[in-house]
């Protein structure tokens, strides 16, 4: 493996696929079929959707998965597997940051831990 090549979860991004998949699906009021159909082209452009629709859907990642989708992201939303690529990134960064503050708060409470 070269450096700096991520790994990547198959199953995660599935299983995030799917939940966008029904994220959409309910916001859009269609059928994850319909949804499904347009997987792999690129979902923003090709769909038709109202700049409104997009916005719901963007907020509604967001408040699903406790991200924040900043604008210089925006080009990546282009299909559902894209989608998932990216929710995953952030999502691994967040889980990462959470870890190194647990265990900095962890260091700091034994270090202040007065002995008996």
């Known amino acids: 493996m070269s450096k700096g090549a991520k790994v990547v979860d198959k199953k995660r991004l599935d299983r ?3 939940e966008i998949i029904s994220l959409i699906a309910d916001i859009v009021e269609g059928s994850k079929k ?3 159909k347009i997987v792999k082209t690129n979902f923003i452009k ?3 959707l109202d700049s409104l629709i997009v ?3 963007i907020s509604a990642l967001e408040k699903t998965y406790k991200v924040e989708i900043e604008e210089k992201h ?3 939303l ?3 597997g894209d989608m998932a690529m990216l929710i995953d990134e952030l999502t691994t960064v ?3 940051e959470k870890t190194c ?3 900095a708060a962890e260091k700091k409470m034994l270090k202040n831990k007065k002995p008996q």
């Open 16 to 18: 995030i696929k799917e």
């Open 34 to 36: 319909d949804v499904r």
């Open 46 to 48: 090709g769909s038709n």
């Open 55 to 57: 916005l719901e859907i």
């Open 74 to 76: 925006f080009p990546r």
């Open 78 to 80: 282009g299909n559902i």
């Open 94 to 96: 967040k889980e990462q």
């Open 101 to 103: 503050l647990t265990n």
